[in-house]
C-alpha cells in the first residue's frame, strides 16, 4: 500500500522568490524507510514539510494515506521529529511524550501506560520523571522519538534528527532507530545530508540537487535486514555510498551545466 | 553564592553597606559644616536608628506604638494594593493574549495604552473615586482601581512579546497535532510566555503598592499608607522620623509584594536553569 504519494509538486517561496522544488513526483511504501539526501538548499526539508501539511506547495499534489496531505494532518497519521528535541522544558519527560495523547484526548490512565511503554521502547525506563534539561542531548532525540512514535502513527517523518550529535552517538542512535522501525511497522521519511547515515538506514535513498530543487536520482539499498554494526564493514555497504556520492556529485554538475 | 546562608549574608552585608554609608555621610557634612548639596542635620538625615526607635514609640501622647499604627495602615494598602494587582495583572493578561492574536487591533489599541500610562496618574485618580463613588462603591476599591491601571501594562506588553516569543519549531509541532488556537495557547504559548509574564508582575507588584498609596491621597482615605505620609508629612519639621518611618514601612510592604511574586515564579515556572529569567 502506499504511504506517500507525491505528484508533480512544486513549491516556490513568495512571488519571483526561490524555487524551493520542481516537479517532484515520489511514491513511499508501507514499511519503507526513504531518506531523502542533498546539499543545502535542495529542498529535502521543505519536501519533508510540505508532506506533513506544515507548508503548502504552490503546485502539485500529496496524497498520505490515502487521503489528502491535510486530512492526514488533521487525523494526525504521522509523527515529527526535528533536529532539535524541541521538548517542552516545562514538562517532564514523560509529559512530553504524552502531549500528543492529551491532543488525541486519550484518558489519563491509557498515557501513562503508553507512556511507560514508549520509555521502554527508547531505553530511557525510570527517566519519565526527570525534566529535559537533566538529558543529554542524545536522551533528549530518543524522547522526541518516543513522543512522535507514542501516538502510533503509520508515518514518521523525520528531519534531520541526528545532525546535531556527535558521531558516536549518532551511529548507538541508528541502530536504535532501525529497532525502533522494526518494532514499530511505520514507514519512515527521513532527510539527512549524511550519505552513510542515508544507506545504513534506508531501503531507498531519494538523491535531490539544488536551485531548483529536484530529485535526480532514486538508490534502492539491497543491504540484507537486520542491519548491524557490522554492516558498515561490508563491501556493497562501499559500493552504495559510493554512488550515491556519485549521484550527488551528477546533481551537482547538472546544476552548473543548467 | 548559591546557599541560602549565603544570600543572607549577603543581604546583611550591604544592608550594613547603606547604614554606614548613611551615617558616614551625616557624619561628615555635619562635621565639616558642608552646606552642599543640602544642610545636614536631623530633620533632613534623621539617624537610622532613631527612625527605627520612633516605631517602638507611642504615634500619639498616650497612644499605641507607631509600628502598630503603620502596620494597621499597611494592612489596609496591602487589601487595596492586591485588588488592584489581581484586577490589572488579569486584564493586562487578557489584553496580552487579545493583541497577540488579533495584529489589526495590536495597531489599534497599544498606542492608546501607551498613552494610559503617560496621562499622570494624579489627574486620573480623583476621576476614578468620584465615578465609582457615584456608583456606591467603597473608597477602598476605588484605589485598588487606579492601582489596577499602574499595573495593567507591563503584563500586558510582555505577555504580548512573551505569546510570540514561542518556538518556531515547537509550533510547527502543534501543528502535526492538528491542535486549535485554544490548545495552542494553553499549552505551548503561555507556558512558553511564563518568564515574560512574571518579569512585569515583579514590576507590577511593586506598582501596585504605589498606586494604592498615590490613590488614596486624593480620595482623602485616611486608613491605608497614604494617609499617613500626608499627615506625617505636615509634621516633618517637628518630627522627621515619622515620615522615615513610615517611608521604611512602605517599601518593606513592596519588598514583601516582590517576594510573594517571585516565590510564585519559583513554583510556576520550570524551566532548564540557565533559562530562568
Known amino acids: 500500500m502506499t504511504v506517500v504519494a507525491v505528484k508533480d509538486v512544486s513549491k516556490q517561496f513568495g512571488r519571483g522568490g526561490t524555487v524551493a522544488l520542481q516537479g517532484i513526483d515520489l511514491e513511499i511504501a508501507e514499511r519503507e524507510f526513504v531518506s531523502l539526501i542533498g546539499p543545502s538548499g535542495c529542498g529535502k526539508s521543505t519536501l519533508l514539510r510540505i508532506i506533513g501539511d506544515l507548508i503548502q506547495p504552490s503546485s502539485g499534489s500529496v496524497v498520505v494515506n490515502g487521503k489528502p496531505a491535510r486530512e492526514a494532518r488533521i487525523d494526525r497519521d504521522y509523527g515529527i521529529v526535528f533536529q532539535d528535541p524541541v521538548l517542552y522544558d516545562w514538562r517532564t519527560v514523560g509529559k512530553n511524550i504524552a502531549l500528543p495523547l492529551e491532543m488525541a484526548g486519550w484518558p489519563r490512565r491509557r498515557r501513562s501506560e503508553r507512556v511507560r511503554e514508549m520509555l521502554d521502547l527508547v531505553e530511557l525506563g525510570g527517566f519519565g520523571d526527570h525534566h529535559p534539561w537533566q538529558l543529554s542531548g542524545g536522551m533528549q532525540q530518543r524522547v522526541s522519538i518516543a513522543r512522535a512514535l507514542s501516538f502510533d502513527p503509520a508515518l514518521l517523518l523525520m528531519d534531520e534528527p541526528f545532525g546535531a550529535l556527535d558521531e558516536m552517538t549518532r551511529e548507538r542512535l541508528n541502530l536504535e532507530l532501525l529497532l525502533i522501525w522494526e518494532r514499530s511497522g511505520s514507514t519512515i521519511v527521513f532527510v539527512t545530508h549524511s550519505i552513510s547515515e542515508a544507506v545504513f538506514l534506508s531501503t531507498r535513498v531519494v538523491v535531490m540537487s539544488p536551485r531548483p530543487g529536484r530529485i535526480s536520482d532514486v538508490i534502492a539499498i539491497d543491504l540484507p535486514q537486520p542491519r548491524t554494526a557490522t554492516t558498515r564493514e561490508e563491501p556493497r555497504f562501499f559500493e552504495l555510498v559510493t554512488q550515491v556520492r556519485e549521484a550527488l556529485h551528477l546533481g551537482r554538475e547538472a546544476e552548473s551545466i543548467a | ?277
Open chain 2, 1 to 277: 553564592m548559591r546557599s541560602a546562608v549565603g544570600r543572607g549574608a549577603v543581604f546583611v552585608l550591604v544592608a550594613a553597606l547603606l547604614w554606614g554609608f548613611w551615617e558616614g555621610y551625616r557624619w561628615l557634612w555635619t562635621r565639616t559644616g558642608w552646606t552642599w548639596p543640602f544642610r545636614v542635620d536631623a530633620t533632613s538625615m534623621p539617624h537610622l536608628h532613631d527612625v527605627f526607635h520612633a516605631l517602638w514609640l507611642p504615634a500619639r501622647y498616650q497612644g499605641p506604638r507607631l509600628i502598630s499604627v503603620l502596620l494597621k495602615a499597611s494592612a489596609f494598602t496591602a487589601k487595596e494594593a492586591a485588588v488592584g494587582f489581581a484586577m490589572g495583572a488579569a486584564a493586562g493578561f487578557v489584553l496580552g493574549v487579545v493583541l497577540a492574536h488579533f495584529r489589526v487591533l495590536q495597531r489599534g489599541i497599544l498606542p492608546y495604552a501607551v498613552a494610559s500610562q503617560t496621562v499622570p496618574i494624579l489627574v486620573v485618580a480623583p476621576m476614578v473615586v468620584i465615578y465609582l463613588g457615584s456608583k456606591g462603591l467603597p473608597g477602598w476599591f476605588s484605589v485598588a482601581v487606579i492601582s489596577a491601571y499602574l499595573t495593567f501594562f507591563p503584563v500586558t506588553i510582555n505577555t504580548l512579546r512573551g505569546l510570540q516569543a514561542a518556538d518556531r519549531r515547537a509550533l510547527e509541532l502543534m501543528r502535526s497535532y492538528a491542535a486549535g488556537p485554544w490548545r495552542v495557547l494553553w499549552k505551548l504559548r503561555v507556558p512558553s510566555a511564563l518568564p515574560f509574564i512574571f518579569a512585569a508582575l515583579k514590576v507590577s507588584a511593586t506598582a501596585s503598592i504605589v498606586g494604592a498609596v498615590i490613590g488614596e491621597l486624593p480620595s482623602s482615605i485616611q486608613d491605608g499608607l497614604g494617609g499617613q505620609i500626608l499627615n506625617y508629612s505636615q509634621y516633618y519639621s517637628t518630627q522627621p522620623t515619622g515620615l522615615w518611618a513610615t517611608n521604611v514601612i512602605a517599601a518593606a510592604l513592596g519588598i514583601s509584594f516582590f517576594i510573594v511574586i517571585l516565590a510564585a515564579e519559583k513554583i510556576v515556572v520550570r524551566r532548564a536553569p540557565e533559562n530562568v529569567a
